[in-house]
């Protein structure tokens, strides 16, 4: 695309988010419902285009984890209107009074939600991306750019198509939605120059994304990025709590950045715990990578074939598998697990599993993340979990939004300040 092209595309988007900031709810709320309703109308064309990029997928060996996300199918077309309906069935964050007081010179000040205004959402292999990102970023009152990745252009394009049909229909502005189409990176890096026009990037993605962004928009940036999970087994741990538990982590969706990639477990726990964790993790195809204790507690295990283990290295706990595959360490205690996870996480989604009110405190005190769980399982980190309706990503950053980001998180606020000929003397 040429500089003219792009720079027009953000002109567009800038023009609707102003008059999307001026929209009552009800009409926010109504597009949302005709997106939802064109959405199930559409699938058959939406699954059609998403089979040529399964086909491409494929050619181009893609991993099983980005095979999945990029996949499509009537329920996930199901799930995702029922997303926008949940969206437009939730609070309109804008014009919410967050803080007000008076001063005493009788001036009252007032500190109100308001849009950002334009964001550009860069993402890969993700359609659904697609519809959260137009549903929350239109209920907010902002305008969005979307830039997926080559691998599922040719579902995003027709979900755009589907999402601007329907705005029309609405009578909201079609450019509250836009999309860059270029597979060339040297257009996202042109779009990462708009700051004129752009107000707020945020990448969902792994961490060469991530990277890449920080390295080169001229916008600010809440990055969505990897996940490094860990779950941690103490001493004081229902076994067979803490065995389903760390099971449902790595296998309910391992391709995701909420899924446990590593298993710290504490010594005490470990000669019981390990062989039934493990035992069921295999039968699961999950390959486990050992440090010498763990390995040493399950070498003579029958249940568990030998062809499924291995032994860890530094990379393996560094690693965002997305995928079949976990590092196991024993470790002696709450805070040898923090600094682990201290070491290795990425902020993310984090978890232990205790019956001692002690370990339950300091490791949330002591562990430096987005998510804390407490005997529960990380795969919990999502938005429509949290009861957020939808999220475009999972901040791993600590300034502005952290977590799921949702409704609230995209937003700023201003002060408005009420006064009765006030002058300063």
């Known amino acids: 695309m040429q500089l003219k092209q792009i720079r027009d595309l953000c002109t567009r988007a800038k023009q609707a988010s102003q008059e999307l900031a001026l929209l009552p709810a009800r009409d926010k709320n109504r597009a949302l419902m005709e997106i939802a309703e064109a959405l199930e109308r559409r699938a058959p064309e939406i699954l059609k285009e998403n089979r040529d990029d399964v086909e491409e997928g494929k050619a181009a060996r893609l991993s099983d984890a980005l095979m999945d996300r990029l996949m499509l199918d009537e329920d996930r077309i199901r799930d995702m209107a029922q997303s926008l309906r949940h969206v437009a069935s939730l609070p309109d964050p804008i014009g919410e009074v967050i803080d007000g007081w008076r001063i005493p010179n009788g001036m009252e000040i007032k500190k109100i939600r308001v849009p950002f205004g334009v964001i550009a959402v860069i993402f890969e292999a993700r359609p659904n991306v697609t519809v959260d990102a137009a549903g929350l970023s239109l209920k907010t009152g902002n305008a969005v750019i979307l830039r997926g990745g080559s691998a599922s252009l040719h579902s995003i394009r027709m979900l755009t198509e589907v999402i601007n049909g329907a705005l029309i229909e609405a009578g909201l502005p079609r450019d509250a939605v836009c999309l860059v189409e270029s597979r060339d990176r040297n257009d996202l890096k042109k779009l990462l120059q708009m700051s004129e026009y ?111 283990l291995e032994d860890a290295t530094d990379e393996h706990f560094a690693t965002e598998f997305l995928d079949l595959k976990m590092a196991v360490k024993v470790v002696g205690g709450v805070d040898e697990a923090i600094g682990h996870i201290s070491r290795y996480g990425t902020g993310h989604s984090e978890a232990i599993l205790t019956n001692n009110l002690d370990s339950s405190r300091r490791f949330t005190a002591g562990v430096d993340a ?56």
Do not use: M
């Open 198 to 308: 752009i107000d707020l990037v945020i990448p969902r993605g792994g961490e060469g994304l991530k990277k890449y962004l920080l390295e080169n928009s001229k916008i600010p940036v809440i990055y969505a990025a990897g996940g490094n999970c860990h779950v941690f087994v103490d001493a004081t741990a229902d076994v067979e709590q803490a065995v389903k538990i760390a099971v449902n982590a790595k296998v309910q969706r391992p391709g995701v950045c909420n899924s446990a990639e590593t298993l710290l477990v504490h010594r005490e726990i470990a000669a019981e715990f390990l062989p039934r964790a493990a035992a069921e993790l295999v039968k699961r195809n999950v390959r486990l990578y050992l440090d010498a204790e763990s390995r040493d507690l399950l070498a003579g295990d029958r249940k568990i074939a030998g062809e499924w």
């Open 370 to 425: 987005a998510c804390i769980y407490i005997n529960a399982s990380t795969r919990f980190t999502d938005g429509g979990q949290f009861g957020l309706g939808a999220e475009i990503g999972i901040s791993t950053q600590k300034l502005h939004a952290r977590g799921p980001v949702g409704l609230r998180e995209l937003t700023s606020y201003k002060y408005v300040v009420v006064g009765e000929g006030n002058v300063r003397g």
